[in-house]
């Protein structure tokens, strides 16, 4: 019997939906962008405002990971916001907290 949850099975398994919640305590930039979208709608404004684009990575099965979300941004898309991907980073997760 398979126990592990959808969200186990889209972490480990990016071919996999990712239909459950992000788990408050587990590492947020391990989690796929369309998981945390979904357990955290707000975030689209918080991309939206920084200009960075998500909404094409709803319904992908190879979606990245937060991390490499992060880590594929041209550090001058996030200069005129005084920002670089740690600063990201950090302003994304006090923003989910």
Do not use: W
């Amino acid at each position: 019997m398979d126990t592990k949850t959808n969200t186990d099975r889209c972490i480990n398994n990016r071919n996999a939906p990712c239909g459950q919640a992000v788990n408050q305590e587990s590492n947020p930039l391990e989690y796929p962008v369309p998981a945390l979208l979904k357990a955290h709608p707000y975030l689209h404004d918080f991309f939206d405002a920084l200009s960075i684009p998500v909404d094409g990575l709803l319904n992908d099965a190879q979606a990245p990971t937060l991390k490499i979300l992060i880590d594929g941004l041209d550090e001058h898309q996030l200069a005129p916001f005084g920002l670089n991907r740690s600063g990201l980073t950090t302003q994304i997760l006090d923003f989910m907290a």
